[in-house]
């Protein structure tokens, strides 16, 4: 037993021997087969050929190159150039299947489902709508819509009864400037015109002043009563001052119905115009020439 074994051995290690001595497992010869191989794989099926094709140029093109990069002749040789197309075909199958199933797009070099196998993924499947039976349509009768007409709302008729009307509205100016003046002095400041401007009859009062120095100013002419629509009135007023500088204060018009109070500004200027004391001028004596006193002869004549 122990001689068989040892022959069997050496007779492994003889035709590894032989197998190394015909370069079939050497890098040139694999990395020429793989690249003809993959070569093969990428070109034939851009080309319009199937996976047949395909399949056979990715495994013959590897044996081209192992018999034209191997030596040695027999059985040996023909088991190198085996193993050298086998694992060739490995590569380039599992080179081009491996990334076109990941990415899911089908052919890496060609508008196909795939190089050696389907790696296309199409769309799920949209499940299919039932289609009503004729009992169903039959019972399920569909009424058409009823029209629904829409009539123009008529615009509200409006009587003078139930006419709504605006607020009392009232034009006047908002701030009167009257003219400067001296202390003790009264000067009579420019007339302030009240117009209703709404379109219904209001009541006005105007018989208040305010303001700390509200006693600098004097109404000498007040409009207090009713007033139509576009119907105007005016209030006269008076400057007094009692200390010198800017006087300030304000005329109040209240207007009803509702109460509206509206403030006109009054402003007025007093200055100090006392004169100082005159001095006393002395006369220039002015000289006359005496007259001539007539004579006794003279006055007679």
């Known amino acids: 037993m122990a001689g068989v074994t040892r022959m069997e051995t050496q007779r492994g290690r003889q035709v590894g021997r032989q197998l190394k001595e015909t370069n079939a497992f050497s890098g040139k010869s694999l990395l020429l087969g793989v690249f003809s191989s993959l070569v093969c794989s990428a070109i034939i099926p851009a080309l319009g050929a199937g996976r047949g094709a395909t399949l056979a140029g990715a495994a013959l093109s590897p044996v081209l190159v192992a018999v034209i990069t191997t030596q040695g002749a027999g059985l040996i040789r023909g088991a190198g150039v ?21 990415a899911g797009h089908g052919s890496l070099t060609a508008d196909g489902p795939g190089t050696f196998v389907n790696t296309r993924r199409g769309p799920s499947p949209t499940p299919a709508t039932p289609q009503p039976t004729k009992s169903a349509t039959k019972s399920a009768t569909v009424r058409p819509t009823p029209k629904v007409t829409t009539r123009p709302t008529p615009s509200p008729t409006t009587s003078k009864s139930s006419t709504s009307r605006p607020g009392p509205r009232l034009k006047l100016e908002a701030s009167r400037r009257c003219p400067e003046a001296t202390l003790g002095q009264t000067v009579t400041c420019h007339q302030i015109g009240l117009t209703n401007a709404g379109t219904t009859t209001i009541r006005v009062t105007t018989s208040d002043l305010a303001g700390d120095q509200a006693g600098d100013f004097v109404l000498t002419k007040q409009c207090n009563g ?76």
């Open 82 to 102: 085996a193993v050298l197309s086998a694992v060739a075909l490995i590569v380039s199958v599992g080179g081009f299947t491996l990334p076109e199933a990941i």
């Open 226 to 301: 009713t007033l139509a629509p576009d119907r105007s009135c005016s209030v006269r007023l008076k400057f007094r001052p009692t200390t010198v500088g800017v006087r300030q204060a304000s005329f109040v018009v209240k207007v009803y119905p509702g109460g509206i109070v509206h403030d006109v500004t009054l402003t007025g200027t007093a200055v100090d115009n006392s004169e100082k004391p005159s001095e006393e001028l002395t006369p220039t004596p002015s000289f006359e020439p005496p007259l001539p006193t007539a004579t006794p002869g003279e006055a007679n004549e």
